[in-house]
């Protein structure tokens, strides 16, 4: 059973070891705690993406790939793509996923078990 992850208290998992780790590349435009700046928070991501597996091909993609092959919105609450967030297309799927779960639950208040699951880290 792994430790819940409330507030900043990291869990005693590897995966969200790594994934602290690739967020201090995104924390440069989305805050050190998701709070935003350049992009936007990252509080409500849940909304914006119910779906971790479209979650993880926006991280991938970026602004101008997404809106190339996917279009001029972005999530299902239909954001407009401004076109700055960069690709992470050289991140591995398991990268995705523990980057995808560590927003999901330390700024979106997912819950680990459910959001590894649905991530494909289960
Ligand atoms: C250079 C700035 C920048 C960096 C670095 C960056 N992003 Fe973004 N991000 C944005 C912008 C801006 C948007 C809003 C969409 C747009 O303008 O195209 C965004 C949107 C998002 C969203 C959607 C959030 C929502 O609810 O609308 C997620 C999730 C996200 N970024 C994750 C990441 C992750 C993960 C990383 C690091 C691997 C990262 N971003 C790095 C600028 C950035």
Redesign the pocket.
Known sequence: MLVGACGNAAPADPDWKAAQE??A??????GKAGEG?????????L???PDCAE?QE??SL??VK??ESVGDT??A?D????????S?DK?TGTELAQ??V??RVRFGQGDLEAERLACGLG
């Open positions: 690739i967020y590349t995104c924390a440069a435009c989305h700046g350049v992009g936007p928070s990252l509080a409500t991501v909304e914006t993406f979650h926006w991280i970026g602004s997404w809106s972005y999530g609450t954001k407009p793509v401004a076109g700055v967030m960069p992470f991140l980057i995808a560590y927003e």
